[in-house]
């Protein structure tokens, strides 16, 4: 066992992935800490640093087509922010509250539900993903103070919207998580699996149960008790647009198309360009206005594409490199043939690279290099291991200190000083989501691997 053991360790893939969590960690950016990780394993798996590059070039490409998904998903987001789609939206909100101003408890009520239900349709619905925290919650927190609601409540209730739905509903940014990249990487390391949207949603309803727990253990006792903080207005600085019934009515119809051709043709680039086509030919996107928009949507999910881009050549040098089989077949040896451990061991392994790296997005793909080949060997079916992937890969995405789901709402609820990242955000997150994920992420693949 002692020998097995320092084999593991001194394993070039293994190696590799330790430099990638602790660059990542230590706030280098994620695309260069999966560079030095792609570097790292293969000089160490002594290949030439032309092979690492050629190696790396072609598995890049894999990652191209979500890249090109994420774009112009980012360019709808950039449409509907233009015609000031959400702003209307949060005026009329927040004209409400306004009625409002003592924070009574049907106040405090109607703003968790109302964050909650944003953060949701943020994912699978309207794809704007964190782009709505800086418009709806710094206003809210006047009311939120004069409630003594404590923040770290609404913490988990923007973490569980914004990371729940995409690993569970195949829509939105569900359909990049789940169908483009988790059913692309799965049949890109020798596993295709057909499944419909009906058996994604029943196959990751037990991991989906997990973070719902999480939530209601924050909600009704972690974080029952209120919490005073100093008065103050939290949206001074706060810049909205006004948008306008007819603009806003537009923007539902474009959703509306995006959606249809979503599902009618299981693309999510389609239906992104569709729903920029519709505001056009509507009128609430002025033509001269196209190339701005288009430019600022391609810069906001610029860095997210670059990940995907790069994490896919990573896998690629992975699965190269000469010693992932070695890799896996140790890491059998050390489970003893014991499925419930070797499943285990996977699920914790892929929380701390994706608590590391800050985006299961990314993870997915270099996570697959090693865990499809190992639980295959291991006899699992194919949806205990998409599964399996996508629990591993959501973990630690709730939690992360560098993930965007975290830094978004620390930027929302910290505008005015009084919400710290690590011990309001992190902490809070990380405990409440990534523990009962993990118990039922297991729970569901061993119950598929029946």
């Known amino acids: 066992m002692d020998a097995i053991s320092s ?7 293994l190696l590799g992935l330790v430099l990638v969590f602790v660059l990542s960690f230590l706030r280098f950016p994620v695309a260069l800490s999966l560079l030095a990780g792609t570097f790292g394993t293969g000089l160490l798996g002594s290949m030439s640093a032309t092979e690492i590059l050629e190696k790396f070039s072609a598995g890049s490409r894999d990652g191209v087509g979500v890249a090109l998904s994420y774009s112009f998903l980012g360019v709808f987001a950039a ?21 409002n101003r003592s924070g009574g408890r049907g106040a405090v009520r109607a703003v968790q539900l109302l964050l909650l239900a944003l953060a949701i349709l943020s994912q699978n619905v309207l794809p704007i993903h964190i782009a709505f925290i ?15 609601l404590d923040r770290r409540r609404i913490a988990c209730i923007l973490t569980f919207g914004l990371v729940t739905p995409y690993m569970f509903l195949p829509f939105g940014f569900g359909a990049i998580f789940l169908r483009e990249i988790m059913l692309g990487t799965m049949a890109a390391n020798g596993v295709p699996l057909a499944i419909g949207s009906g058996s994604i949603v029943a196959a990751m309803a037990l991991p989906a149960l997990g973070m719902l727990l999480g939530l209601a253990i924050a909600l009704a006792v972690t974080y029952r008790s209120g919490r005073t903080y100093a008065e103050g207005d ?24 995006l ?18 086509i519709a505001l056009l030919a509507l009128g609430a996107l002025p033509w001269r206005r196209m190339e701005a928009v288009a430019a600022s949507g391609f810069r906001m999910m610029a860095g997210i594409g670059v990940i995907m881009i790069v994490a896919a050549g990573y896998a690629r040098v992975l699965a190269s490199s000469g010693h992932l089989t070695p890799l896996v077949e140790g890491l059998l040896r050390c489970s003893g043939g014991n499925v419930s451990l070797a499943i285990f061991t996977m699920l914790l392994l892929g929380w701390l690279l994706t608590l590391g790296i800050g985006s299961s997005f990314s993870t997915v793909p270099i996570l697959a290099a090693l865990y499809v080949p190992m639980a295959t060997a291991l006899g699992l079916p194919p949806l ?3 599964v399996l ?3 591993a890969g959501a973990l630690g995405d709730a939690g992360s200190p560098v993930s965007d789901t975290a830094i978004g709402a620390t930027a929302g609820l910290n505008c005015d000083g009084q919400h710290d990242h690590i011990r309001d955000t992190v902490r809070p997150t990380l405990f409440h989501f990534n523990v009962p994920l993990l118990l039922f992420g297991y729970l569901a693949v061993r119950l598929l691997a029946r």
């Open 389 to 391: 992937l996508a629990t």
């Open 7 to 13: 084999s593991l360790l001194a394993n070039p893939v």
């Open 259 to 276: 959606f249809f051709l979503q599902i009618r043709y299981g693309s999510i680039l389609l239906g992104a360009v569709g729903g920029v």
């Open 79 to 99: 449409a509907i922010s233009e015609i000031g789609f959400a702003q209307y939206l949060a005026d009329r909100v927040l004209g409400v509250f306004e009625k």
């Open 134 to 148: 800086p418009i709806f919650v710094p206003p809210l927190l006047a009311v939120m103070g004069r409630a003594s």
């Open 384 to 386: 205990a291991i998409f």
């Open 234 to 257: 939290g949206a001074e600085g706060v810049i909205r647009q006004p948008g306008s019934g007819r603009l806003f009515t537009c923007g539902l119809l474009a959703i509306g198309l």
